[in-house]
Structures are given as structure tokens and as C-alpha cells.
């Protein structure tokens, strides 16, 4: 029996699935790698899913203020992502 033929979108979610079972860091620099998301935006992905694990699993006590210092300067790098994911 022939293999199927994937279209350009549904060759492009191939990535997009893989990352649900790597790292939340490693998920993004393979986003990157194949182009669904900047090189950019991965790099900046990465550093919120950093600061995620400190501000989440309590790595270190966070004072509200900086936590909304952190958030509000990269709301855009979130938007970002979430634009340059769409498929």
C-alpha cells in the first residue's frame, strides 16, 4: 500500500505534536528549528517558560510587584507566539 502524502499544514503540525512530549524548553527550540515559530520567539518562549518554573514551582519567593514588572513587559512576547503558532 502507497504512503500518504501530508499536505504543507499537516506537515507542518507534525512538529507542533512532537512538542507535547519533550520539555516545555526543548518544545520550543524544536518549533523554531522547523520554522513553525521564529528563532526569536523560541528564544523568548524559552525564557517565559524559565521564569514559569521559578515563579510556579517556587523557586524563589516573588514579590508581587516584580511579577507584574515581568509579566507586563512580555505580554507581547506571548502574543507573538501565539500569532506566529497559528497554522
Do not use: W
Not at 512530549?21 to 524559552?46: D, H, M, R, V, Y
Amino acid at each position: 500500500m502507497p504512503h500518504a502524502r501530508l499536505n504543507d499544514q499537516e506537515s507542518r503540525l507534525i512538529p507542533v505534536a512532537l512538542t507535547f512530549l519533550l520539555p516545555p524548553a526543548n518544545a520550543f527550540e524544536l518549533l523554531a528549528q522547523n520554522a513553525i515559530i521564529s528563532q526569536s520567539c523560541g528564544t523568548a518562549t524559552k525564557h517565559l517558560i524559565g521564569f514559569r518554573n521559578i515563579a510556579v514551582l517556587s523557586y524563589l519567593d516573588i514579590q508581587r510587584p516584580i511579577l507584574q514588572a515581568i509579566v507586563g513587559k512580555h505580554l507581547a512576547d506571548f502574543e507573538i507566539f501565539l500569532t506566529e503558532l497559528s497554522l
